[in-house]
């Protein structure tokens, strides 16, 4: 299993550029998750999907977008970046049924936004 | 207010001693979770240790175990016998509610440097 797969690893971009960032998990897991880690901050949830066709908002959900059309890809759009977003995102899974549910986490996209 | 709260944002330790990183947190559930994320300077998020609300016992996995005191609203982490590659960020995490993994909450991280 590849676990968590993240692309790219890095991306710089203009302000007003649009951008999508993938993410793709092989275990079944139901329960997708975004999250951006700013420096010296923890992580920060933006959007999260319990299975294909069901998206909803994190804290920080304000100038991303998603979709969940498949249980194993879960990418995250970047509508027109601002500095702000300049970040670490990383993608995470898990699986549904029991009250311990184990967060697998990509190794991250760190993006910069100039 | 915050949810989840590290009071450390840094920490020493002598290799092969015991260390204490606090995360005390905030909830209205009676059912929660509480995690506890490595993140070494590569980057990547290593899951270390949970603990379930209505666990009675203390988690432990290995090297590290987790101070649970729910009266105190405090899950610590203890990392015993600390090595060089225990240097790292270290966060403390919660799930509010049932079933609610997907979205967790994380403090601000403490990070720990092992000194040989």
């Known amino acids: 299993n590849a676990g968590v797969t993240q692309t790219p690893k890095f991306q710089v971009l203009k302000t007003g550029q649009s951008m999508t960032l993938q993410c793709a998990q092989d275990m079944n897991h139901e329960y997708m998750s975004w999250y951006r880690q700013d420096p010296g901050m923890g992580l920060r949830l933006i959007h999260y999907?319990?299975?294909?066709?069901?998206?909803d908002q994190g804290e920080v959900p304000n100038g991303y977008n998603v979709s969940r059309s498949t249980t194993e890809d879960f990418p995250l759009r970047l509508l027109s970046a601002a500095p702000s977003q300049t970040s670490v995102y990383f993608c995470?899974?898990?699986?549904?049924?029991?009250?311990?549910?184990?967060?697998?986490f990509g190794p991250g996209t760190r993006l910069t936004v100039l | 207010a915050q949810k989840i709260t590290q009071t450390q944002p840094g920490m020493f330790v002598q290799e092969k001693e015991a260390v204490t990183l606090d995360c005390t947190y905030d909830t209205s559930d009676q059912s929660y979770g509480l995690f506890w994320y490595k993140q070494p300077s590569s980057g990547e998020m290593i899951f270390l240790i949970y603990?379930?609300?209505?666990?009675?016992q203390n988690a432990t996995e290995g090297r590290y175990s987790l101070n649970f005191q729910k009266a105190r609203k405090s899950a610590n982490l203890v990392i015993s016998a600390s090595q060089l590659g225990d240097s790292a960020m270290y966060f403390c995490a919660m799930r509010e509610g049932e079933d609610s993994s997907y979205k967790l909450i994380f403090g601000s991280g403490t990070r720990l440097l092992v000194r040989p």
């Open positions: 603990q379930g609300s209505y666990d009675e």
């Open positions: 999907s319990v299975g294909a066709g069901i998206t």
């Open positions: 995470a899974s898990s699986y549904e049924g029991t009250a311990f549910n184990e967060q697998f």
